[in-house]
């Protein structure tokens, strides 16, 4: 059963930078694609970040181009989001998941294309 746990969530002033973290078990981590998505209250949840299976390629949302990147370490079987500049707006639940497919890279920034979810962590950026 894969299961995946984020952490490092947290409230933090306008400016300000987080780290989050998806520890990933029950399959091969190495093989899957990982993304981040969020969701604000009220809103529906959106694609933010993912990275390929091999780590040679990233997308981000235009609004956290430039602010957020995503890494892993396939040998911790961890997926990172590093969040610099931080924004209000970025205030959201974040979920880490984990693409469908061993080695796909199919619609990486649509929900639809992840077959596991984490629990969430929180995030919230005070102005």
């Known amino acids: 059963q894969v299961q995946l746990v984020e952490s490092g969530g947290g409230l933090v002033p306008a400016g300000g930078s987080l780290r989050l973290s998806c520890a990933a078990s029950?399959?091969?981590?190495?093989?899957?694609?990982m993304g981040w998505f969020r969701q604000a209250p009220g809103k529906e949840r959106e694609f933010v970040a993912a990275?390929?299976?091999?780590?040679?390629?990233?997308s981000y949302t235009d609004s956290v181009k430039g602010r957020f990147i995503i890494s892993r370490d396939n040998a911790k079987n961890t997926v990172y989001l590093q969040m610099n500049s931080l924004k209000p707006e970025d205030t959201a639940v974040y979920y880490c998941?984990?693409?469908?497919?061993?080695?796909?890279?199919?619609?990486?920034?649509?929900?639809?294309?992840?077959?596991?979810w984490g629990q969430g962590t929180q995030v919230t950026v005070s102005s």
């Open positions: 998941a984990q693409h469908a497919t061993s080695r796909g890279i199919m619609g990486l920034t649509r929900a639809t294309a992840y077959q596991y």
């Open positions: 029950g399959r091969t981590f190495s093989s899957y694609a």
């Open positions: 990275v390929t299976w091999s780590g040679g390629s990233k």
